[in-house]
């Protein structure tokens, strides 16, 4: 979502501000950012990365309970589950599932490239080289999807 024409995202930002200053009990504020995601609306993201701190431990753990529960009941195939998987696995800074969820098979440069910046947003610039993921993600010209991903890391011209 570009969120420099979203008009609620500023809304989305000053909810988790409120959260973060302890004023949501991090169970609630778990099944609501599930129930927003899956029930309410298939636009906006509530990123548990970001709603970390808010749901602490406890939060997190009804947080992970609602999703599987929710692709146990045959939602898994949602953007929304596939979201909560991915950042789920941010969370964890589990770079191989990260792998698994963002790159698939690793057969179109979009994927490498949206692995390239988890493993930035990780803090695992060397994985991105260790992986492969600029040598990967050079499409059929042998180098513009390469040159893509660096520059979509902030490494490049």
Known sequence: MNRAKCSICPLLDLHAQAC????????????????????????????????ADALGDLGLAAYR??????????????????????????????????VGLLGGDLSRPYQFIRVAEAMAELGRDD???????????RGPSGLGSGAAAVVALGRGP
């Open 127 to 137: 994985d991105i080289l260790s992986r492969g993921c600029l040598a990967g993600a």
């Open 65 to 98: 309970r609602e999703v599987k529960q929710r692709i146990e009941a045959g939602g898994g195939d949602s953007f929304g589950a596939k979201y909560a998987q991915e950042r789920l696995a941010m969370l964890d800074g589990d770079a191989e599932a990260l």
């Open 20 to 51: 973060d200053a302890g004023n949501a009990d991090p169970i609630k504020l778990a099944r609501w950012m599930v129930r927003f995601r899956f029930d309410d609306q298939d636009f906006f993201e509530v990123d548990p990365v970001r709603y």
